[in-house]
């Protein structure tokens, strides 16, 4: 007989019940934890319905093939025998003619108006000699390009159809958080009208290939030829156009990214319009506040976008904007990151007045400002000196972002990724490798891809640069010569 002394009081276990069951009601009731947040059980209605609203496109070019090995030597330097062994022409016969090749690419569209209106990718189609668009019920079409925007990697296609076609509907991509979920419909490597989903898994990225980057990440399977493809919520609203993955195999790894359907509403009504898209200028060069450079300026925070040069005559230079000021916010809206002030003066009407908040010395100051067109011809220009140089140095470049840098194990917070080497160009025979990330140019560090043209710009031809680079852990220097 055990002691009642040990023996543990009964207590009744319903007043405890009652607290469990009442605190779990008040759990359920938050708008972060209800019901509504739990995953679907399916996405089978919403593919059904949403699958007619998706188009394959598949595009044709005509290029001239490579001559490799030829590429690899100067025509004189090689000995008559060889020559005939390489299918070269002797010394002053003339060479013949090479024969074009046909090449072909897969993508994918959404449409967007019953008449035909279909918005994709600028990559799918640019330099396309002929686009054709296939519907869910194989009717195929020839297409026409009625506008395109290389800045934000957009195009719209019109096709006539026979009938009626479906419509999707624009979503607010502001109000996308990230944890939603997300499902992308689309014809990766041809297989038409894959269906996959995830969630968002940020927003507001920045790859570093463009200043009007804005891109939503997911980890829904995004993966070549879903390019152009939409991503909807679970209301069936498209909130993004796909357009790019990072990895190194060239498959999925989880870091997909599609342009904000606000973004691409924007530039489809103007390129709809008028074949062709006007942007707001402001006349400033930004860049990120770092936790170092807030205590610097005195912000409470790492926001807003630093001014580092102001053009002179520029809405800015005549608003009073001045190198240091640090832009908080733009019309109301706060600056988090630096690639957010880009994307709203675009879309600010030309000549409309717009306020400025910013940070100097410590003291907010708003200034109003006067909103010019942005002159794409000597922005264009620009940027063709860019493209010209890493081609000259056969590399492509992209600015290291915390989710890549987490994805490749790299510990470093900035630098430029070598994202591809071109065969026998001087970065290949200097011995760099996709995957190296640069963080030196003639021992001066680079921060990103824009200061790695910076730096080269001002390189004349047929010097030697300096690489220091770090790969698979350790850093080395590489002598790369221009030519």
């Known amino acids: 007989m055990i002691p009642q002394s040990t023996i543990a009081p009964r207590r009744r276990p319903y007043p405890f019940l009652l607290a469990f069951l009442l605190v779990g009601f008040f ?3 938050l ?9 679907p059980e ?9 699958s007619p609203n998706v188009v394959n496109i598949y595009t044709t070019q005509m290029v001239k093939p490579s001559r490799s090995p030829h590429d690899m030597f100067n025509d004189q330097d090689i000995p008559e025998p060889f020559r005939r062994f390489f299918g070269l022409p002797a010394p002053g016969d003339q060479e013949m003619p090479q024969r074009e090749q046909k090449r072909t690419s897969l993508g994918s569209g959404v449409i967007i108006s019953k008449d035909g209106y279909i918005v994709t990718n600028n990559h799918v189609v640019e330099n396309a000699d002929t686009i054709n668009v296939r519907l869910t019920n194989f009717e195929e079409y020839d297409a026409k390009i009625i506008g395109r925007d290389p800045k934000t990697d957009l195009a719209l296609l019109k096709i006539t159809p026979k009938n009626g076609l479906p419509v999707t509907a624009f979503g607010d991509s502001e109000k996308l958080r990230v944890g939603d979920w997300v499902m992308a419909i689309g014809n990766p490597f041809g297989f038409e009208q894959t269906v996959t989903a995830g ?10 290939s463009g200043p009007y980057e804005n891109f939503i990440q997911t980890d829904a399977s995004i993966n070549p030829g879903n390019s152009g493809g939409p991503l909807f919520n679970l209301k069936g609203e498209m909130v993004g156009i796909n357009t790019a993955i990072y990895s190194r195999s060239g498959g999925n790894i989880g870091i997909g990214f599609a342009i904000p359907a606000n973004m691409a509403k924007n530039v489809v009504d103007q390129l709809k319009e008028h074949g062709t898209v006007v942007r707001g200028w402001l006349g400033v060069m ?15 925070r790492p926001i807003g976008a630093l001014v580092g040069e102001v053009t002179p005559g520029s809405p800015a230079d005549k608003a009073g904007i001045k190198p240091g000021d640090v832009i908080v916010e733009f019309n109301g809206k706060e600056i988090t990151q630096m690639s957010m002030l880009p994307n709203l003066v675009a879309e600010t009407p030309v000549g409309s007045k717009a306020e400025v908040t910013l940070s100097r010395k410590g003291a907010l100051k708003k200034l109003p400002v006067i909103i010019a067109k942005l002159n794409e011809e000597q922005l264009a220009a620009g940027e063709k000196a860019a493209e010209s140089l890493n081609k000259r140095l056969g590399l492509e470049l992209q600015d290291l972002t915390p989710e890549i840098a987490s994805a490749l194990g790299i510990n470093d917070k900035q630098g430029v990724l070598i994202t591809g080497v ?32 910076k730096e080269i710009m001002g390189i004349k031809a047929k010097s030697t640069v300096s690489f220091f680079i770090k790969r698979d852990g350790r850093t080395r ?5 221009l030519k």
């Open 199 to 208: 969630i968002v898994s940020g927003k507001g990225r920045s790859l570093g």
């Open 31 to 39: 708008p972060g934890l209800s019901r509504a947040a739990a995953p």
């Open 422 to 453: 071109e065969p026998y160009s001087p970065a290949a025979y200097a011995g760099l490798r996709k995957g190296d990330l640069i963080l030196e140019v003639n021992q001066k560090p680079v921060r990103d891809v824009k200061s790695f043209h």
């Open 27 to 29: 759990l359920s009731s």
């Open 42 to 50: 399916t996405f089978a209605d919403l593919a059904d319905k949403l």
């Open 477 to 481: 220097f590489f002598g790369l010569k």
């Open 286 to 300: 930004i860049q990120p506040v770092t936790p170092e450079l807030a205590t610097q300026f005195k912000l409470e």
